[in-house]
């Protein structure tokens, strides 16, 4: 019986493996391990020098590992860290791309408009004599509300447009009849009368048409831009959840905890974690579209022979010919007026001066043949928003592309979570409520992250604001969103204009780390898989004890 007992300890000796996965006599070290947590910038107190039974993981599977909790609690919140910030720095990228769009368009705009200025001086002065000089502030009131109005200030374009054309039939009325004694108040019986006068003809019907489509294009373009780039910036600051924590240091760190630290995880298994992870900012992906599209409907109307470079180099010629149509029938308008308005006092007309006959004359074009910087301009940005449409939903796929498992047999030899090892999981679809059965990230998709939602919906009011535009309809964008106005990119740096949530350090150990729910066709169970065969060792004992 003694030696029966003394076979049966040998032989378990010889089954049984002490430690690791791959049946060894001997502990494997934790040098790798080690040196891989040590250049990660943690010290390596408590770290142990070979395996140790697993037991105490709460993440990670719990066979024989090098790590400690605290080192799975310090790896879980390193992940969660790195991919946060790969979160951002991939979003940095797409704001550099709207920036970079934002600042050709507006230098672009307003370019145009400065030409269109210089235009007017360098052709009115000769063309319109003291005329122009002496009322140069109504033209160039014009245009510096034409600027505030595309900078987004609270202007209305068609009381812009109606007011110029009233003081230009006052100072024009006034040059024209200097013999007699005009005052104020029929000069404002004057203007009420541009109506039913029509005194420039149809000119400022077909300007007001023109440049109100084109001004409200352009605004709500740049506002377009403005606001894309700012739910990329705060949707990029948004914390990952507890859940995502615990799969991305699943995925990424427990293969070294495992002593596998050159296993990659499987693509699917990557997609799942990334989808999980994302499920929130998928949901982004509709609006998103949506606003892209409009935007590049808006972006259609910049080129061409009726495009803002047409509308807005043009504004020279169309005044002067309008201001022509006034002195060509300035006798004829002086009756109407002195019967609408009543007489005034005076040494009788000698009709119009040589001053304003040479009103007469057609400004001439000088700035040549318009180049096609627009058209160019144009057909860039719509690449770009083009590109840009599927940003959301290709984020997962963008994340996983240089860390998954590639090359022959990579399916068969990847990090499915549990081991080296085929992953069998089907991929999930995007968005919040297609991960009700993600096996990688419990996700509970009746609570969806509200700072997201917040940003859907600025998406959908831009949106239905660029439509009214594409009809020509003014809008005010003051109110669309908590700090976006006008006037800037609403795309700055993190330390300058950050709002959203900030990561919060955690020292004391973290209680949310409970073990996962067991996916029973995808995990098995490795935890058993590699103890000691205790009932051997236990029933030579038991035979001992019986003989007694």
């Not at 859940?243 to 990424?252: F, G, H, K, V």
Request: aromatic letters at 6%.
């Amino acid at each position: 019986m003694d030696s029966f007992i003394i076979a049966a300890l040998a032989v378990c000796s010889l089954t049984a493996p002490a430690y690791g996965d791959k049946g060894t006599s001997k502990a494997r070290s934790c040098s790798d391990i080690r040196q891989f947590y040590s250049g990660k910038g943690f010290a390596l107190d408590g770290v142990p020098q070979s395996e140790i039974s697993g037991e105490h993981l709460r993440i990670c599977p719990q066979g024989y590992t090098c790590c400690t909790s605290d080192m799975e609690d310090n790896l879980a919140l390193l992940s969660r860290r790195e991919m946060e910030g790969l979160l951002k720095d991939v979003g940095r990228s797409l704001q550099a791309s709207l920036t970079g769009q934002y600042k050709a368009f507006d230098g672009s705009f307003l370019e145009l408009l400065n030409r269109s200025t210089i235009s007017l001086q360098e052709t009115f002065t000769p063309t319109w004599g003291s005329i122009y000089s002496q009322n140069s502030q109504v033209f160039s009131d014009l245009y510096t509300d034409l600027r505030h109005y595309y900078r987004g200030s609270n202007v209305n374009l068609e009381e812009v447009l109606n007011e110029f054309w009233a003081r230009l039939l006052e100072k024009l009325f006034y040059q024209a009849n200097k013999q007699y004694v005009i005052g104020e108040d029929y000069l404002e019986c004057v203007s009420k009368q541009i109506e039913t006068l029509r005194p420039f003809g149809d000119t400022p019907r077909v300007m007001k048409m023109m440049v109100t489509r084109t001004f409200v294009a352009a605004r709500s373009f740049v506002q377009g831009l403005v606001v894309s780039g700012e739910v990329v910036r705060k949707v990029s600051q948004v914390q990952l959840s507890t859940e995502c924590t615990r799969a991305m240091m699943r995925m990424t760190y427990c293969p070294h905890c495992r002593g596998m630290a050159s296993a990659r995880p499987c693509a699917n298994y990557c997609s799942n974690v990334m989808k999980g992870c994302l499920a929130n900012q998928a949901d982004l992906n509709t609006e998103w579209r949506h606003l892209a599209e409009t935007m590049m409907q808006v972006a259609g109307r910049f080129d061409g022979p009726s495009g803002v470079e047409s509308v807005v180099l043009t504004l020279p010629n169309r005044i002067s010919e309008a201001m022509s149509t006034m002195m060509e029938n300035i006798e004829t308008i002086n009756s109407k007026l002195f019967q609408a308005c009543g007489n005034i006092r005076g040494t009788s007309s000698t009709g119009p001066t040589d001053t304003m006959k040479r009103g007469k004359v057609t400004v001439e074009d000088k700035l040549g043949t318009s180049s096609n910087k627009m058209d160019k301009l144009v057909s860039d940005v719509t690449v770009r928003l083009r590109d840009m449409q599927p940003y959301w939903v290709s984020l997962p796929g963008i994340l996983c592309s240089d860390r998954v498992a590639t090359g022959t047999g990579a399916e068969d030899k990847c990090w499915n979570g549990m081991n080296r090892a085929r992953y069998l999981p089907e991929v999930m679809g995007d968005g919040l409520a297609s991960q009700i059965n993600n096996p990688e990230v419990e996700i509970d998709i009746t609570k969806p992250d509200m700072t997201i939602r917040q940003q859907i919906m600025q998406l959908k009011i831009m949106t239905h604001r660029l439509k009214n535009a594409l009809n020509g309809q003014d809008v005010d964008f003051q109110d669309t969103s908590d700090d976006v106005s006008g006037s800037g990119s609403g795309m700055c740096a993190d330390d300058m204009c950050s709002r959203g949530p900030r990561l919060v350090p955690i020292t004391d150990r973290p209680k949310f780390f409970q073990p996962p729910p067991v996916n029973e066709g995808v995990k098995g169970n490795h935890a058993k898989q590699n103890l000691p065969c205790i009932t051997i060792y236990l029933l030579p004992l038991l035979i001992l004890l019986l003989r007694r």
